[in-house]
């Protein structure tokens, strides 16, 4: 956002006012429909300190202000909406009366202001545009798709299905997770309680005896002398780093596409967010297509709900593909994310006009990989669990014994 300068007269006298807009023409309309009086003059400024501060403190305090809708009341309200529309019940009546029945603050509270903004007039897409945050993309995604091709109920239907599908999936990932996090867990106590306690015992034998340290025994007392002399301070950074690294990635695309991109190069990580991206934006693709939305049309609508950037900006060139007349396939090997079977696989749908039936099947195949990846998980963090254990273990028993050993060996020298 940018900030600009508007110059108004009211009652015979000039006054500037700052407001915030994404460019000159937004800016001028802003300052119409709020301000009152003659609007003289709208130029770009450089943003006061006291106004950068003031909208840094709003946005953080707004960020963690933000919370998601809990899945499992989602999926329900959901559901409910999708059988109170196809039983004739208006959108905002039906809104309101999920909103006045759920336990769910965030819901309820969402589903009141869209309500009252259908209510002026906005159609419910436009409404829970201003819910990203706390509805998700593919809600926005699946809504859209029922207001272009009328069906609003079944896209309802369809979106209910799919997010149990996604809470299947986190459960099972969940799961697949708890033995690893809770020996780590485990793992960090220890260490925590070793170097705090038992540590500082060996470190005044050591300065006694005035013994040549190894590097392991080093390290441990250093980081004895850290957690001891400033652990508040370091949860205290700690804190302030996530609050800070959180606003920096919800607030500038720059970072935030730096960021996705760091996730996509990570081990392990990197299979899980592409494949659970490409699963979801063929199901809502496919959707689409069967529902008669012209291709390009429908690419802009599933690559719209992605949250990764970077394998959202790489699907955006499919849609230039597209428009200028290209072949479906051929956009989608451009990318590079896409392989050979699957590309083979679309050029047969595009060649026998059942495009949406074989792109159903590479979402079948991408939700079979991203299962399979699940249900691997455990197995394939075994190995960097044990190497972290065996590490925190050898650092200890060297850091510990090393001395140990050397003055023993120092006292049989002597006698």
Not at 39 to 52: M, N, R
């Amino acid at each position: 956002m940018k900030y600009f300068l508007v110059t108004v007269l009211t009652k015979g006298k000039k006054e500037k006012i700052g407001l915030y807009a994404e460019d000159k023409k937004e800016a001028n309309s802003y300052a119409k429909l709020k301000l009152s009086g003659i609007i003289i003059k709208v130029e770009e400024a450089a943003e006061p300190l006291e106004d950068k501060f003031k909208r840094i403190k709003n946005d953080l305090l707004k960020n963690i202000k933000k919370r998601k809708i809990k899945p499992d009341a989602l999926i329900a309200a959901i559901r409910q909406l999708a059988v109170m529309t196809n039983a004739g019940i208006s959108i905002h009546d039906s809104l309101s009366e999920i909103a006045n029945a759920t336990t769910d603050e965030a819901l309820e509270t969402v589903f009141s202001k869209v309500a009252d903004d259908i209510n002026s007039g906005h159609s419910l897409s436009s409404a829970m545009e201003n819910f990203r945050f706390e509805v998700g993309n593919l809600v926005i995604a699946m809504i859209q798709l029922g207001e272009k091709t009328g069906n609003l109920d079944e896209a309802l239907y369809s979106l209910a299905d799919m997010l149990e599908e996604i809470r299947a999936n986190v459960i099972k990932f969940k799961k697949a997770m708890a033995y690893p996090r809770n020996v780590m867990i485990a793992m960090a106590i220890a260490f925590t309680i070793l170097i705090s306690y038992v540590v500082p015992q060996f470190k005044a034998i050591f300065e006694e005896l005035h013994a040549q340290l190894p590097l392991p025994t080093i390290i441990l007392l250093k980081l004895e002398y850290l957690f001891n002399n400033f652990g508040p301070y370091l949860l205290a950074g700690i804190a302030i780093f996530y609050f800070v690294f959180n606003y920096m990635i919800t607030n500038y695309e720059d970072i935030r596409y730096k960021w996705h991109q760091l996730l996509l190069r990570t081990y392990l990580i990197k299979n899980i967010i592409k494949f659970s991206t490409l699963s979801r934006f063929t199901l809502v693709f496919s959707e689409l297509i069967r529902a008669g939305i012209p291709i390009a049309e429908a690419l802009d609508t599933a690559i719209d709900m992605i949250d990764n950037l970077p394998l959202k900006r790489k699907l955006q060139s499919v849609i230039l593909t597209v428009e200028k007349g290209g072949a479906l396939n051929k956009g989608l090997e451009e990318t590079g994310l896409f392989e050979n079977m699957i590309l083979q696989m679309v050029r047969a749908g595009e060649d026998s006009g059942t495009l949406d039936t074989m792109i159903q099947k590479v979402a079948e195949y991408y939700k079979m990989r991203f299962d399979a990846i699940i249900d691997g998980l455990s197995e394939a963090i075994e190995p960097i669990m044990l190497l972290i254990i065996a590490s925190m273990v050898i650092l200890l028993a060297l850091g510990i014994f090393l001395p140990m050993w050397d003055m023993g060996n120092a006292v049989q020298g002597r006698q």
